[in-house]
């Protein structure tokens, strides 16, 4: 009588290891696509910062703030969001910043009466579109007027219908004469009529 040929095994360890081999080279390959892809970025997340104090790390912020960074600031109010220059306000759906300001006797042959300049960025938080414009921003003086921005024949920031993450940069212009002080960027969206927050930022001449 023949004798019946025992099954092998090792055939079988072969297959499971050269499965678990491909299972793993899969899970590998996987992890490095997960690796390679970008990551996904808070909407406006770089336009500035907000440093709160104690805190170490920058981030943007919505607090109101009204009289703690600018104590003594005539006109605040309780909704008002205190900020220095190069941090962010967010308000009106609007992440906005005062990166820079600087006195400008003259910007032209006809233009010489002083000006004070500031550049500014903006950028749309919200998912639909969103519209700012340089109204948006007026200038308290030190006698405690708050004045429009002029314009001139210097680059203005312009209008514009912001999309999503959608950011704006830019100057605007008021005329300050020969005035000296502080001074007090305020920034008041006019695609917000109902909103009371505002953001400010002190300027000093």
Do not use: H
């Amino acid at each position: 009588m023949a004798a019946v040929p025992k099954a092998s095994t090792g055939g079988a360890v072969l297959l499971s290891a050269v499965l678990l081999i491909g299972a793993a080279g899969t899970s590998i390959a996987g992890a490095e696509l997960e690796a390679r892809a970008p990551a996904k970025t808070k909407r406006c997340a770089t336009t500035g910062t907000y440093i709160k104090p104690g805190s170490k790390a920058p981030k943007n912020s919505g607090k109101n703030n009204a009289g703690k960074l600018f104590k003594g600031r005539p006109g605040r109010q309780d909704e008002d969001q205190e900020r220095n220059i190069g941090e962010t306000a967010n308000l009106g759906g609007f992440a906005t910043t005062v990166t820079g300001a600087s006195f400008e006797q003259t910007l032209s042959s006809f233009e010489n009466d002083g000006y004070l300049k500031v550049s500014v960025k903006i950028c749309n938080r919200n998912s639909d579109n969103n519209e700012e414009n340089p109204l948006d921003w007026k200038l308290q003086t030190p006698n405690g007027n708050q004045i429009k921005m002029t314009i001139t024949s210097a680059p203005t920031l312009p209008a514009g219908d912001l999309v999503g993450g959608g950011e704006q940069a830019g100057d605007v212009y008021f005329p300050v004469n020969g005035q000296k002080g502080d001074f007090y960027v305020v920034f008041k969206p006019l695609s917000d009529p109902f909103g009371e927050e505002r953001g400010i930022w002190k300027v000093s001449i």
